[in-house]
Every structure is written in structure tokens, then in C-alpha cells.
């Protein structure tokens, strides 16, 4: 998709949305804190987020996130159930769909890895300044277990423009 022209942003029209990548988030809800991770390379190097990745050919999100989980935290995570999804617009021409999982516990402790440093955070304290722009519109809902679907387009880490649709959205 080509760039996005800043007087386009608050018009863009999702109808035929397609995403260029699709990825997974997983975070761990549990005793009244929130499993994060410092990524420590890819998209969103540095920034404060929750383990996940990019969705391989033939492979489920699930399933995704599952792996993607084992991957960066070399634990597996408990009782994943999807909360929603994400779509991102960037305005270089970028897009990508993300599937949000929340889970209730893992086996074992996680582990820092080469590509995530992981942190129990208290609920009332995330970070969010530290964490994509968009994460302050849509985690809380996360937090509540209501399902979700929000729309974003970003100028590299900016957010320009966001909408939700109905909170009660099914996976």
C-alpha cells in the first residue's frame, strides 16, 4: 500500500483492509499484575509490550501465539483465550493485524532471552509511556475481558488515528 497523506488519516477507509502481516500478542493476567516484556529487537525494539510474533504460513494465531510465547520466554503460557484484534495502518504504507491473547498463568518462570526481557508489573502500574502509543486505548478492555477491535494508523511510533468497534466483537 502506498503512504498515507496526513489529510487522508482521519478518512482512510478500511473497507478492503488488507494486512501485509499478520502477528499475535499474549499477556499474562494474574494476582493483580500483568507479564510484559522489554523487546529487545524487531518491531518495537526497546519498547515495553507482551511476547508475541508473526504468524507463520499454515499456522493458526493460536497456535502463534503459543510459540511465540515458548519462544521468547522459554515457559508456556495457561488457559489463552482471545481478547481481540488490532489492526495498524501505517503511514509509510506498512499494515499489519495483530491477534491479542490474554492468558491466566505459565509454567514455570519466564526467562529473558535474546529477543525479550521479562517483568511482572502491578495493574495500576503499566508503563504505558513506555509501550506503543495505541496500548493505553485498548489494554484497559483487555484488563476487563471484554473483546475488542481497534483501528490505528501510525506515523512510525505516533498514533494519528484510532476507532474501536463494538467492545462485545467475537473472535
Not at 489529510?7 to 478492503?16: E, I, K, L, V, Y
Not at 526497546?46 to 504460513?57: A, L, Q
Request: some cysteine; charged content about 30%.
Amino acid at each position: 500500500m502506498a503512504p498515507i497523506e496526513s489529510a487522508d488519516r482521519a478518512t482512510f477507509d478500511w473497507t478492503g483492509w488488507s494486512p501485509q502481516e499478520v502477528a499475535t500478542l499474549v499477556f499474562i493476567v494474574r494476582d493483580g499484575q500483568i507479564l510484559l516484556i522489554r523487546k529487545k529487537r524487531g518491531i518495537g525494539a526497546g519498547k515495553i509490550n507482551g511476547p508475541g510474533g508473526r504468524v507463520e504460513d499454515g499456522e493458526d494465531a493460536l497456535a502463534c501465539a503459543a510459540r511465540e510465547f515458548e519462544e521468547e520466554l522459554l515457559t508456556r503460557p495457561i488457559g489463552l483465550v482471545w481478547a481481540g484484534d488490532l489492526r495498524f495502518q501505517f503511514t509509510s504504507g506498512f499494515s499489519m493485524l495483530v491477534h491479542v491473547y490474554r492468558g491466566d498463568g505459565v509454567e514455570g518462570e519466564p526467562c529473558e532471552t535474546e529477543e525479550a526481557s521479562p517483568m511482572w508489573v502491578n495493574l495500576g502500574e503499566i508503563p504505558y509511556d513506555a509501550m506503543w502509543a495505541d496500548d493505553r486505548f485498548w489494554m484497559p478492555r483487555m484488563l476487563r475481558r471484554e473483546t475488542f477491535r481497534g483501528s490505528f494508523i501510525l506515523d512510525d511510533d505516533r498514533l494519528v488515528h484510532h476507532f474501536f468497534e463494538s467492545s462485545d466483537a467475537t473472535g
